[in-house]
């Protein structure tokens, strides 16, 4: 496994999911700046949480056009997994990997909380160690999280599986259909708003996110 995580300005869960791939993975992400142009021979690419750019303009608008975004897209559609949590999410809307935008919650106030999803899929190099249906908990962290899509797009989402997950017992930020991740037709694009490397080991309250990483680990 060959993974690289990308840090752009204000970035700050790139470190947490470069630990979360050692910890899981047993290998160190190569720590790529989005100014670089060229990415090294990778098999996993991952746009961390956090707040790129100061989230100016709309959150991961500019993240989008940095210079690595267009190695990233490349690499994307050529079939490499790319794995975009919370402010990753955003950024890889905002660069048409994945179809809609994440919008302020609904309540207007950051939430930062565990939350319980349903797995909706287990077709995916993402998920497979999960089992469709299955109920886990993510924590999640984000004021901009409240995913929207007109209905042609989220008619189209469900009719081909690319609802990843959904929230469940509650939906913390108003999102369309409760969706929490979606992804790509192709399944190797993932966006998520929980974070999954925040949920490694019972000492962080459980390990329900080892469990993605863990996937990854097997499919690639």
């Known amino acids: 496994m060959k993974p ?4 752009f300005p204000a970035s700050n869960c790139d470190r947490d999911a470069a630990v979360a791939i050692e910890k899981i993975c047993g290998v160190k992400p190569h720590m790529v700046w989005h100014g670089d142009s060229a990415l090294p021979d990778v098999d996993l690419i991952v746009i961390p949480g956090g707040f790129s750019f100061g989230d100016y303009l709309r959150c991961g608008a500019m993240a989008a056009r940095s210079p690595i975004m267009r190695e990233v897209v490349a690499r ?6 790319v794995l975009g949590i ?13 179809p809609g935008v994440l919008m302020r919650n609904a309540h207007l106030k950051f939430v930062c909380r565990d939350v319980q999803l349903r797995v909706e899929s287990d077709q995916s190099v993402f998920t497979r160690t999960y089992s469709a249906g299955e109920t886990i908990t993510i924590p999640v962290a984000h004021h901009e999280g409240n995913y929207f899509a007109d209905e042609a797009t989220l008619d189209d ?3 081909n599986g690319q609802i990843a997950f959904r929230y469940v017992n509650g939906n913390p930020n108003g999102a369309q259909r409760d969706i929490a991740g979606i992804f790509n037709k192709e399944r190797n694009v993932l966006g998520m708003m929980p974070h999954p490397e925040r949920m490694i080991e019972p000492a962080l309250g459980g390990s329900d996110g080892a469990r993605m990483f863990e996937s990854l680990v097997a499919s690639l």
Do not use: D, R, S, Y
């Open 4 to 7: 690289a995580v990308i840090v």
């Open 76 to 81: 994307a559609n050529q079939g490499t997994p």
């Open 86 to 98: 919370c402010n990753g999410f955003q950024v890889l809307t905002e660069a048409g990997l994945l």
């Open 157 to 159: 989402l469900e009719q």
